[in-house]
């Protein structure tokens, strides 16, 4: 079988004709293998995979980021304000391309900043982070096993710099302000925000959303944060 550097490039060179058909590799090219931790995995093309909805007139901002476990934190995107017009509109699709982090480990953190008022209820679905050295992790809202992979923080920063070291919790089914973050379906509990379905248009899906309703909306800065509840390697 061929070796590969994380580059793509199958190992073997005119010292060593062998290793493309027999795994053999000189000492340099052990050497990178053995420092990137790869060991004869083609380089992937990891991608996470997300669905927004975002109605109501006083939507703040959604911050996604790529968080390695050295503490390196990478801006994917920003989505601000209302971006539905109403409760029956079709959800954003957004793709966040992370082949520059190949072979880095990490997970996902959402920040959201907060409105000025209570028409302020976010919400995710649909959501999966494809290529690491485990597949694709599912983390969908609609499954058990994707509500499983998210925890929250009920406390908020005051800017956008992601609270790694703090403790975060489980998230719970509810539409309570005081647990902040929320599974939910057929409808987030105040008007004229959020939507009545969820991404694949289905009124009992489980998404993931923000309750903005007092006391959870400000007018100063608030960042409430969930991640992924592990770290993951990327191919």
């Known amino acids: 079988m061929p070796w ?11 010292r060593s004709q062998e290793s493309n058909q027999t ?6 090219d052990a050497h990178q293998l ?9 380089p992937g093309s990891p991608v996470f995979n997300w669905r927004y909805y975002a109605y109501g007139s006083n939507i703040g901002t959604t911050y996604v980021y790529w968080i390695q476990t050295d503490g390196t934190q990478t801006l994917l ?3 601000a304000g209302q971006q539905q017009s109403n409760s029956t509109s079709t959800w954003s699709t957004y793709s966040e391309d ?10 996902i953190y959402i920040g959201y900043l907060t409105g000025n008022n209570y028409r302020n209820d976010p919400q995710f679905d649909n959501m999966e982070l494809v290529d690491t050295t485990l597949g694709t992790i599912e983390l969908d809202p609609g499954t058990t096993t994707g509500r499983a992979g998210w925890t929250k923080r ?7 710099l992601a609270p790694t070291t703090s403790s975060f919790t489980s998230i719970t089914t509810t539409g309570s302000t ?3 973050w929320n599974w939910d379906n057929g409808g987030t509990p105040s008007g004229s925000t959020g939507a009545i379905r969820d991404a ?4 009992a899906g489980y998404y993931l959303y923000f309750e903005g309703s007092s006391p959870n909306y400000s007018s100063s800065n608030r960042v409430y944060w969930v991640r992924m509840a592990s770290d993951y390697t990327l191919l």
Do not use: E, H, M, P
């Open 98 to 107: 992370l082949s520059s982090k190949s072979g880095t480990t990490g997970r």
């Open 23 to 28: 795994g053999i590799w000189d000492l340099n």
């Open 200 to 203: 694949n248009t289905i009124t």
């Open 154 to 160: 009920t406390a908020y920063t005051t800017n956008t």
């Open 178 to 180: 005081s647990t902040v």
């Open 77 to 79: 995107r920003g989505v």
């Open 34 to 42: 053995k420092q990137l931790n790869t060991w004869g995995a083609a």
């Open 4 to 14: 590969f550097r994380r580059n793509g490039s199958a190992i073997g060179n005119i």
